[in-house]
């Protein structure tokens, strides 16, 4: 491992507490809600917030000993902060001259910086003559200039627009590949995450929650705020073989699938690795799942037995994407599996499909297409029946 | 309506006065005349070598106003705008009191060095940067405050000391700011007479500067005086050009 981190950052208020390892060529993504600390994280990570405790190690180097400015790093900030009196070329120069290089020679490494990023047209001109893309450009060449052996990239994509993000992205990639050094980039953005980094991990309110590849975070989410992320409705609940008791949600208000579902949201980008897994993650074996009868019960507290593919006994989680959700005017015919009674509690616009929040024992999410709104007349405070597949749902040790 | 009709006549008669009375004819010979241009280049000399003298002192007091957090930085800041409330008058016997001849800096002075400061040309540079430093202080302090103090860190993560990151970063950044006080702080120490007057005293060619000599000649040639109201208001009239787009550009 090349870097070994513990981070401990206190305020008032909050505390921070976390640790991870990231291998030489490893890009790490610390995943999280605002606020929940991944700047903070970074930043004690380049010497610019202190730690409380806990410490830093870069290929052997105990990093937290030293200042800021003797670390060996390179970090490019969410707003770039390209200095505004200097010249692209000079900006990607400055780290040169820092460490010793004569202005000649700090120059010429610029310059190859600049072309490697493809703005040697740009040399000249001051940041403020840059589109948000090519700063960012410019922004990344200078913090690879000083030949850092850690890389810190926060909220690298933030500032653009949305079609400037995608080329800026899959560019980004390829100098992240090409670096091997260790990198550590702070997103809420869960496509970035994906996209960027080779290993992810969630904090929320200062902790880690979840970590893991891209796939395995996407495919067994273990907070709401990731299921959230990659768009699945996730619940917690007891598992005796095939089947799940979920206790219905105290009160249940619009709180966990209801809210934010906005650009955050992943199911709309079928690109994803890891989202386009989840549909097969059934199999063919659901069909022996038992028929549960206290799971078409409406509302009033009940909970709803869920039945799965996988057997487990225990505390489990139970995740499935809201296009696994089928809606029902009146009760179906045949088999009433993981079949309960909710009310509609929103409906918009997602994709080319339309998502509908349900209230009822557990809040869910689903996803039908527009001609089913209109047929069902799916609007807010009407009762439905609501189904999900079995071979779409996926259970996993709590 | 008529009260600002009459606030800005108030403020503009007089000039208007100046430039009516002035003996255009004569001009030119007056300001040829060796007081006129002694007390001109004086004026001169002292103003710039007091804003040199701020400028060393007044930037990193304003640094440390801006950028550092210690025990009475409120008490700190209030101290160093006292001499733009104080009467200049109050502020010239002040320093006769600390380094005048028996002050209690200037005896020790006089007796370590052989050297005294009242009634010295370098006296009228003291009293000069005594009462103009807070405009400098306070301009400095405001443009430090409005950079953005995040540019710093950027120049840390790519291994800059805390001075080269000043020095290359902040610097550059807060020059409009540093210029643009650094100009108020001549045009006041060019007009400054009060402290002057009772620091340095009115000698000709060696203490005696414009707004002196002005006064001076009232008593005697009051033609002599309006030509060297003129050249000042002039150069105030310049200075206000040039700093036309961070004061006088109103939202």
Not at chain 1, 38 to 52: I, Q
Not at chain 1, 109 to 116: N, V
Not at chain 1, 323 to 333: C, E, F, K, M, W
Request: charged share 20%; glycine share 10%.
């Amino acid at each position: 491992m090349t870097l070994r981190a513990r981070l401990v950052v206190e305020r008032a208020g909050f505390r921070l507490d976390v640790g991870f390892e990231v291998a030489p060529g490893e890009v790490v993504a610390l995943l999280g809600p605002n606020g929940a600390g991944k700047t903070t994280a970074l930043r004690a990570l380049a010497g610019l917030t202190a730690l409380t405790s806990g410490h830093i190690d870069l290929e052997g180097r105990a990093l937290h000993e030293i200042p800021a400015e003797s670390r060996p790093i390179g970090m490019v900030f969410q707003d770039y902060l390209l200095f505004p009196h200097l010249s692209a070329l000079d900006n990607v120069a400055f780290g040169p001259r820092c460490h010793g290089a004569s202005k000649v020679e700090a120059r010429r490494t610029a310059s190859a910086w600049l072309e490697r990023v493809g703005l040697s047209a740009h040399a000249g001109s001051r940041p403020r003559r840059l589109s948000g893309g090519q700063a960012q450009r410019v922004a990344l060449a200078r913090a690879l200039a000083v030949g850092p052996r850690l890389l810190l990239l926060d909220e690298p994509l933030a500032a653009l627009d949305a079609h400037t993000r995608l080329d800026v992205r899959s560019e980004l990639r390829r100098h992240l590949a090409g670096f091997d050094g260790a990198t550590v980039l702070v997103t809420h953005d869960p496509l970035d995450a994906m996209v960027l980094a080779d290993r992810l991990v969630v904090i929320e309110n200062g902790s880690i929650v979840q970590e893991g590849t891209s796939v395995e975070v996407a495919r067994r989410p273990r907070t709401d705020y990731v299921a959230r992320l990659v768009g699945l409705n996730l619940y917690r609940g007891i598992a005796t073989g095939r089947t799940v008791t979920i206790e219905a949600t105290a009160g249940t208000t619009n709180d966990t699938t209801t809210n934010d579902t906005t650009t955050a949201d992943m199911t709309s980008a079928d690109t994803i690795p890891g989202v386009g897994t989840l549909s097969s993650g059934g199999g063919p074996g659901a069909g022996t799942a038992d028929v549960e009868d206290g799971g078409v019960e409406a509302g009033g507290g009940e909970g709803v037995v869920f039945s799965v593919v996988e057997r487990f006994d225990g505390p489990v989680f139970v995740a499935f994407p809201p296009s696994a959700v089928a809606l029902y005017g009146t009760r179906p015919n045949g088999t009433p599996r993981n079949l309960w009674r909710a009310r509609i509690d929103g409906v918009e616009r997602h994709g080319d499909n339309v998502r509908v929040h349900l209230d009822g024992p557990i809040p869910v999410a689903a996803d039908v297409t527009p001609a089913a709104v209109a047929e069902l007349d799916l609007v807010p405070g009407k009762p439905v029946w609501v189904s999900v597949k079995a071979t779409e749902t996926h259970a996993y040790p709590a | 309506m008529v009260p600002a009709v009459a606030g800005l006549v108030f403020l503009v008669l007089p000039l208007a006065g100046l430039l009516v009375r002035a003996p255009w004819s004569t001009l030119a010979g007056r300001l040829a005349e060796p007081q006129v241009l002694e007390a001109l280049r004086l004026s001169l000399v002292t103003a710039s070598l007091a804003t040199l003298f701020c400028l060393l002192l007044g930037v990193p007091l304003a640094w440390m106003l801006a950028r550092t957090s210690f025990p009475g930085r409120r008490v700190v800041r209030a101290l160093v705008t006292v001499p733009l409330v104080l009467p200049p008058v109050v502020g010239g016997v002040a320093l006769l009191l600390v380094l005048g001849r028996r002050g209690l800096v200037g005896q020790w002075l006089e007796s370590a060095f052989g050297f005294s400061l009242p009634f010295t040309t370098a006296g009228v540079v003291l009293a000069e940067a005594f009462v103009a430093m807070p405009f400098l202080v306070i301009s400095v302090e405001g443009a430090l405050r409005a950079a953005d103090q995040r540019f710093e860190e950027a120049a840390a993560t790519l291994g800059a000391s805390r001075w080269t990151a000043f020095r290359r970063v902040t610097l550059p950044l807060v020059a409009p700011g540093i210029t643009a006080g650094a100009v108020l702080c001549w045009a006041r120490a060019l007009g400054e007479f009060g402290a002057t007057i009772t620091f340095a005293g009115n000698f000709p060619g060696r203490t005696q500067t414009m707004p002196l000599a002005v006064y001076l000649a009232l008593e005697t040639e009051p033609e002599a005086a309006i030509v060297l109201s003129l050249v000042l208001l002039a150069v105030s009239v310049i200075v206000l050009a040039s700093l036309r787009d961070r004061w006088v550009s109103g939202p």
